[in-house]
């Protein structure tokens, strides 16, 4: 099991920037997959962008060329870089870690952060 706690989120204008931070406390950062979600509200949980413990990275459509995962596993932290922002970007983020899988499907994911808001203003 992690802990994971989100940081970075806030307040930006359409085509601004934005980096979050998925800080995790345990053992063995290095095997988990960290994934990002996103939920807007009255939404579903929606993916964002995973990045397995072998460096394996899948993005959704909708924040291709827009937005880079990565990880710094001597920091025990995952990175969203948020570029190009548009108000659709708006929700509450939440990173997520598991160690068996690393694909797409929210329910796959055992270990969850409380969230940090993004919103988008035009």
């Known amino acids: 099991q992690v802990q994971l706690a989100e940081s970075g989120g806030g307040l930006v204008l359409t085509g601004g920037s934005l980096r979050l931070s998925c800080a995790a406390s345990?053992?063995?950062?290095?095997?988990?997959?960290m994934c990002w979600f996103r939920q807007a509200p009255g939404q579903e949980r929606e993916f964002v962008a995973v990045?397995?413990?072998?460096?394996?990275?899948l993005y959704a459509d909708s924040v291709t060329g827009r937005f880079t995962i990565s990880r710094d596993n001597n920091k025990n932290t995952a990175y969203l870089q948020m570029n190009s922002l548009k108000p659709d970007d708006t929700a509450v983020y939440y990173c997520?870690?598991?160690?068996?899988?690393?694909?797409?499907?929210?329910?796959?994911?055992?270990?969850w952060g409380p969230g940090t808001q993004v919103t988008v203003s035009s």
């Open positions: 990045i397995s413990w072998t460096g394996r990275i």
């Open positions: 345990g053992r063995a950062f290095d095997s988990y997959s």
């Open positions: 997520a870690a598991d160690r068996d899988y690393g694909g797409p499907a929210a329910s796959e994911y055992n270990n």
